[in-house]
C-alpha cells in the first residue's frame, strides 16, 4: 500500500498561511496533480509530505503510519525536481545510481537496477555522458530514472516540465503516465499548467491561497466548476464569464437587450466555455466580431455582446472579419452561473437558458 493522508494540515511563515488546514487524499498507484497559480501554496504542500518542511498543525500519513515528523530518508519517497538537481561532474549513470550508492547498496545490484530503469526512460545509450552533454527532455529522464530507481512506490513531482519547451513537455506528459501506471506508483505531481493536470491526473487538488478550492476527476472540475476561479482556471481558452443584469424579460448580458436566462440577473456571472458557443441564424444575442484567430486546427473569434466580450472556439477556419455582425447561442446545458459577489457556483433550478432557442 502506498497511500498518503493529509489531516488538516497547516503551515505556517510568520504571520503568512502558506497552507491553511489542507485535507486530502493521494489514493494507491494514482496520480494525484496539485494544480494552482503560482504563490498558492502547491509546493508547499508537496515539501510538506516529502519532509523538507515541517507541519505547524495537522498530520501527514503514508502507508497508515504517521510520517509529521519523521526525516525525509524515513518516508520512502522519491522526488523529482524542476531543476533536475543533476551533479555535473558526474555521468547520467552515476547521477541515477547516487542513492544507491549512498545507501550502500551492493553495485551489482545497482548495475542490474540501472539497466532496468534506463530501459524504461530510453536512456541505455547515453549512460556515460555528463549533465552538460545532455538535451533537457534528457536531462529530465535522467531525474526521473534517479527516482525509479530507489524503488519506492511514492513519487513526488514539484513542476518538472516547466524548464522544457512545449513539444518536449507534450511527449514527457505521455512518458510519465505511462511509467505511473506500468510501475504503479503513487504520484503526487504540482503544476500550473491545466493541461499537464487535465492530460495526467487521475485527480486534481485546484489550490488557491493555501486552501483546496476544488478537488474531483478533471472532468468534474471542467464541467462543474464551483467558483469563477475554478472557472477561470480550467479550460483553453479560458471559459466566458459575462456580467448579468436584469431585463423586461429576464437576465440580459450587461449593456444587450435580449434575455439570455428566465428571472433575475442583477449579481450574477454567466459562465459559457468557449467551444459550447455557435454561430446562429435565429435566437441566441446579437454580437459584433472584434477579431478573429485562425489557430489551423481551430479558430478563436472574439465577439462583443452588450458591454462584454465572448470568445467562441469553431474548428477549422472561420472567416469573419472584424465589425461583422453575427448571432451567438449556446446549449442550455452548458450554462453556469455564479454570484458575483462570492464567487461561488448557482443551481440554476428555474432559470430555464433562453440563449439557443
Known amino acids: 500500500m502506498s497511500e498518503i493522508v493529509l489531516e488538516k494540515v497547516l503551515k505556517r511563515f510568520g504571520a503568512t498561511r502558506a497552507v491553511d488546514g489542507v485535507s486530502l487524499r493521494a489514493d494507491v498507484a494514482k496520480l494525484l496533480v496539485l494544480l494552482g497559480p503560482s504563490g498558492c501554496g502547491k509546493s508547499t504542500l508537496l515539501r510538506l509530505i ?46 541515477i545510481v547516487f542513492g544507491l550508492k549512498v545507501r550502500h547498496v551492493p553495485q551489482a545490484e545497482r548495475e542490474q537496477r540501472l539497466a532496468k530503469v534506463a530501459s524504461l526512460v530510453g536512456l541505455s545509450e547515453q549512460l556515460g555522458r555528463k549533465p552538460w552533454q545532455l538535451s533537457g527532455g534528457q536531462r529530465q529522464r535522467v531525474a526521473l530514472a534517479r527516482a525509479i530507481v530507489a524503488e519506492n512506490k511514492i513519487c513526488l513531482m514539484d513542476e518538472p516540465l516547466s524548464n522544457l519547451d512545449a513539444q518536449l513537455r507534450h511527449g ?31 485527480r486534481v487538488v485546484l489550490m488557491r491561497d493555501g486552501r483546496i478550492e476544488q478537488e474531483g476527476t478533471p472532468e468534474e472540475l471542467y464541467a462543474r466548476p464551483v467558483s469563477l476561479f475554478a472557472a477561470r482556471f480550467i479550460g483553453t481558452p479560458a471559459m466566458n464569464l459575462v456580467a448579468l443584469d436584469d431585463g423586461p424579460a429576464g437576465a440580459v448580458i450587461r449593456g444587450s437587450p435580449e434575455a439570455v436566462l ?18 446562429v441564424d435565429a435566437g441566441g444575442v446579437a454580437a459584433e466580431v472584434t477579431s478573429s ?22 474548428t477549422g477556419q472561420l472567416r469573419l472579419a472584424a465589425g461583422a455582425a453575427v448571432r451567438l447561442g449556446w446549449d442550455p446545458e452548458s450554462v453556469h452561473l455564479f454570484d458575483s459577489a462570492s464567487g461561488r457556483r448557482v443551481e440554476q433550478g428555474h432559470r430555464l437558458p433562453r440563449a439557443a432557442q
Open 262 to 279: 428566465a428571472g433575475a440577473g442583477k449579481g450574477l456571472t454567466l459562465g459559457v466555455r468557449p467551444e459550447h458557443i455557435g454561430l
Open 293 to 314: 484567430e485562425y489557430h489551423g486546427a481551430d479558430t478563436v473569434v472574439t465577439a462583443r455582446v452588450g458591454e462584454e466580450s465572448l470568445l467562441l472556439r469553431a
Open 50 to 95: 516529502a519532509g523538507l518542511e515541517e507541519p505547524s498543525e495537522g498530520r501527514i500519513m503514508i502507508d497508515g503510519r504517521d510520517v509529521t515528523r519523521l526525516h525525509p530518508d524515513q518516508r520512502r519517497v522519491s522526488m523529482v525536481f524542476q531543476s533536475y538537481a543533476l551533479f555535473p561532474h558526474l555521468s547520467a549513470a552515476e547521477n
Open 172 to 202: 514527457m506528459r505521455v512518458e510519465i503516465r505511462s511509467l505511473q501506471q506500468r510501475l504503479g506508483m503513487t504520484v503526487v505531481y504540482v503544476t500550473h499548467d491545466q493541461v499537464e493536470a487535465m492530460s495526467m491526473a487521475d
